[in-house]
């Protein structure tokens, strides 16, 4: 069966809710980085047959649709909105490879974008007249009781597994540290967007900040737990026949898997989906030069981390989440774009990118070059 390959993925600068990208609408995010993901790989906008977009906060409309015709693709790209939470721009990319394998497109172009700042107020209405009222989080179960608050999960986690505030905050702040190192490689990937051109969050985070951070719920803290922010991040997705006309470097796409797991426990729902993803590709964890594991909370990434099994020194080399912020429909793309260059910085190897999602859900996709 062919494989589909990533020509080029880039990605908008990420920047906490309210702060330099606020005043962009969704589609306004989306346009330079899909722009430049265009020029990056030498794709006419004419030659793209779909583009996938995950959007998780959003009104609806089909997102995608808009993105695609303001950032000036053919009038034929319908436009694919999807909403998977967290794991939504990950998918995009699972989805994108299906389609290219399938033999529906030869070019895909595939990612997420949030707009924290500019989401709609949703509300719940009733049926015996009572006033709407505004709600921050949707239902990801049916079962209000087994619907946990991710702060309250991710708590159950650190007890469930024993992992302390201490080690919590140690790896927020080496996030930290690492982004910081890496800023001028990061440039490579980031795409300026409304005058920012670097991850604006990033800072050099130390032990006494940590100590004195609110706690959100037990060990989770404002300091472990990464903040809501605005970005958009896309790669560039073709067959391997239209990869013979184009006589570029790609980095090919092995396997990737998305599963349930315990809603009650979605911080560890990643592990199932990495253990399924590495076999489809005959892998193991030592097989991995790179991983790219979303840092929603510090307790989820060292869960995944430890239950996977995979060698910390190759998770997360460049700082994650934690550093930069959770663009909830964009953070899968921002985990793949990271993993694209990786591999292509490096020029060889296997790179792993997993992510979790509310409700139990866990995605994993397995790049190679």
């Known amino acids: 069966m062919t494989r589909s390959h990533i020509l080029a993925a880039c990605r908008s600068p990420i920047a906490p809710r309210n702060g330099a990208l606020a005043a962009l609408q969704p589609h306004d995010l989306s346009t330079p980085v899909i722009g430049s993901l ?61 389609m290219i394998r399938a033999g529906m497109h030869d070019v895909v172009i595939a990612g997420g974008v949030e707009s924290y700042s500019r989401r709609p107020i949703r509300l719940h209405n009733f049926a015996d007249g009572r006033p709407p009222e505004a709600y921050d989080q949707a239902p990801f179960t049916p079962w209000p009781d087994q619907d946990p608050d991710m702060a309250e999960a991710a708590e159950a986690l650190a007890t469930e597994l024993g992992i ?6 140690i790896w927020a702040q080496q996030s930290h540290q690492k982004a910081l190192a890496a800023q001028a490689g990061l440039a490579d990937e980031i795409i300026p967007v409304a005058g920012l051109d670097h991850d604006s969050f990033t800072r050099a985070l130390g032990p006494r900040h940590c100590r004195m951070a609110k706690s959100v719920c037990g060990s989770i803290t404002a300091a472990n737990m990464a903040v809501a922010a605005d970005a958009a991040a896309f790669v560039m997705m073709v067959s391997e026949r239209f990869l013979q006309t184009c006589d570029r470097a790609s980095v090919a796409v ?27 590709a005959g892998l193991s964890p030592t097989d991995l030069s790179f991983a790219e594991i979303m840092e929603a909370f510090a307790v989820q990434a060292i869960a995944c981390q430890q239950g996977a099994k995979l060698p910390a020194e190759i998770v997360n080399q460049n700082g994650g989440a934690l550093a930069r912020g959770h663009p909830i429909g964009a953070s ?34 397995v790049l190679e070059i």
């Open 332 to 365: 899968g793309a921002v985990l793949a774009t990271r993993l694209f260059q990786d591999l292509t910085t490096a020029g060889r190897g296997r790179g792993l990118a997993a992510i979790a999602a509310a409700g139990g859900l866990g995605s994993a996709l």
């Open 254 to 280: 092995v396997a990737g898997k998305t599963l349930g797991a315990d809603p009650l426990q979605p911080g560890l729902a990643p592990v199932p989906a990495i253990h399924a993803a590495l076999r489809m």
């Open 38 to 98: 265009l020029d990056r790989a030498g794709v006419a906008p004419d030659q793209v047959g779909e583009l996938i977009l995950s959007n998780a906060l959003g009104a609806g409309g089909n997102l995608a649709r808009i993105a695609a015709l303001d950032a000036g693709l053919a009038q034929s790209v319908a436009g694919l909105s999807l909403d998977r939470q967290c794991a939504g721009g990950l998918d995009a990319v699972l989805l994108g490879d299906a």
């Open 164 to 169: 302390s505030r201490v080690a919590q905050d």
